[in-house]
């Protein structure tokens, strides 16, 4: 390594703590300003020209909020759209009377896990969120949860979205590790169903029980209002209440969008109008959007609902997630003034010093490159591309070597990650209590991926 890399790794991990600082010591700096202070005097020192980190600075912020931000947006719309009509009311009562206090972690994971195997993290979690806080309010109200109903809900949610999105194909991740080492598609999507499963267990019911009595989260009663209040304000004034069926279907429209734009995608050649009709369609955003016009199509449009009432519900649906639409900007751009400051170059020289297994190496550098860069998929691109060659020139097995990268890119999601800002702002958490969930568990189910690549790898190939 060159002494640059290692001032530009010293800058990288000195910005974490300047963060970190502004916004839990006694000045208690806004965390968009911290972000945005953070990113500025990151870059400067990283030695980038000012027009450029300011370009960086904006590049970031602007683009994490079109691929985030607007599907966040869209999700609250289709939340309160939700709430407001009783359908996750409906949902949250149904999960409550039919599975029992102890197997309620379970069945949320398992949700999770469906939900998952389309959607990034954030998505998923933006769609999951009305049915968590439903769900957590009405376990807080029967007073038999010690510690927050809160985390113990939404613990088995965050890990099982996290397993899928860093293991599991058609994410962008793993399929960017599959087509840079060119390896099988099938073997590696059945090897990290088999990972994920054991890393969902712990990091999601298992530690959920350990850390809830440990925790007091509760989240900004304007944002539970907002996707789990009760009917009374509803859009839909004739007393009508869907079914058990049409609610799910409702709740999980834009979910069934992108599995089948998912499963299209592995069955189908690409050129086809069917399936470039069911990318588009499967779009996160376009799916967000068609998920919130037929919700209110179905739920208050066709039952003579209000629909003065209904624009004025979804522009007060806007108003509790401003604040977590900023800061999440605010992540993105200091993730991209790290990026841009090559700090991933520099994890990528300080790799190559190390004499390990590619299965272990693969999931190092992964892991490396995403918790300095605050970006998986940067994790998973400099992983594959600095071991692309080796995989063709050893006799690696292929597909465990892109599910251990994919697994190195889940490793301690923190504060250059968008992610962790969006679970740290919709729980209402403090830096302590969002490190205590997001990064820990993300942190256990990588830990968990990369053993069970360990434990495959002694068995016969797939492939």
Not at 87 to 110: C, F, Q, Y
Not at 206 to 227: E, H, K, M, N
Not at 230 to 239: C, F, I, K, Q, R
Not at 403 to 430: D, P, Q, R
Request: net charge neutral; charged share 10%.
């Amino acid at each position: 390594m060159s002494s640059s890399d290692v001032q530009l790794l010293a800058i990288a991990v000195g910005g974490v703590f300047l963060l970190v600082g502004l916004i839990v010591s006694r000045i208690r700096i806004h965390p968009l300003l911290a972000l945005i202070v953070t990113s500025i005097l990151v870059g400067l020192a990283a030695g980038m020209p000012m027009d450029k980190v300011l370009k960086s600075v904006e590049s970031g912020a602007g683009n994490t909020l079109g691929a985030i931000g607007l599907v966040v947006a869209l999700g609250a719309m289709l939340g309160k759209i939700l709430a407001d009509t009783g359908v996750t009311e409906g949902i949250a009562e149904t999960i409550i009377k039919r599975t029992s206090i102890r197997l309620l972690p379970w069945a949320m994971s398992g949700v999770a896990f469906i939900i998952g195997i389309p959607m990034f993290f954030e998505v998923g979690l933006v769609v999951m969120l009305p049915m968590i806080f439903s769900v957590a309010r009405k376990l807080d109200e029967t007073g038999r949860i010690r510690g927050s109903a809160y985390v113990y809900v939404g613990v088995p949610v965050i890990a099982a979205l996290a397993a899928m999105h860093g293991m599991v194909p058609p994410h962008p991740g793993p399929l960017t590790a599959i087509a840079s080492l060119k390896t099988n598609i099938g073997a590696t999507m059945l090897y990290g169903f088999v990972a994920a499963i054991p890393a969902i267990v712990l990091g999601g019911p298992l530690y959920g029980a350990f850390v809830t009595p440990r925790l007091a989260v509760r989240p900004d009663p304007s944002l539970v209002q907002q996707f789990s209040g009760s009917a009374e304000d509803a859009p839909n004034t004739s007393g009508w209440r869907p079914g058990l069926a049409l609610s799910v279907l409702v709740a999980l429209l834009p979910a069934l969008l992108m599995l089948l734009n998912a499963i299209l995608e592995l069955v189908m050649p690409k050129d086809t109008a069917a399936s470039r009709i069911a990318a588009f369609v499967g779009d996160p955003v376009i799916a967000m959007v068609i998920g919130v016009i037929f919700a209110a199509c179905v739920l208050v449009y066709a039952h003579s609902g209000d629909a003065e009432k209904l624009r004025t519900s979804l522009s007060a649906s806007l108003k509790p997630i401003a604040n977590v639409l900023v800061i999440i900007a605010g992540g993105g751009a200091f993730q991209h003034v790290l990026t841009d400051a090559k700090v991933g170059d520099a994890i990528v020289q300080m790799s190559q010093q190390f004499q390990l297994s590619p299965l272990i190496l693969g999931w190092i550098i992964s892991m490396l490159l995403s918790v300095s860069t605050g970006s998986a998929t940067v994790g998973i691109v400099g992983a594959s591309g600095l071991l692309a060659p080796l995989a063709n020139a050893e006799a690696v097995n292929t597909p465990l070597l892109a599910l251990a990268i994919g697994c190195g890119s889940l490793f301690f999601n923190y504060a250059n990650h968008a992610g962790f800002w969006l679970v740290k702002e919709s729980f209402g958490m403090t830096m302590g209590e969002a490190t205590k969930t997001i990064s820990v568990i993300q942190s256990l189910v990588s830990a968990v991926g990369l053993i069970m690549v360990l434990l495959m790898n002694l068995l016969p190939p797939l492939v």
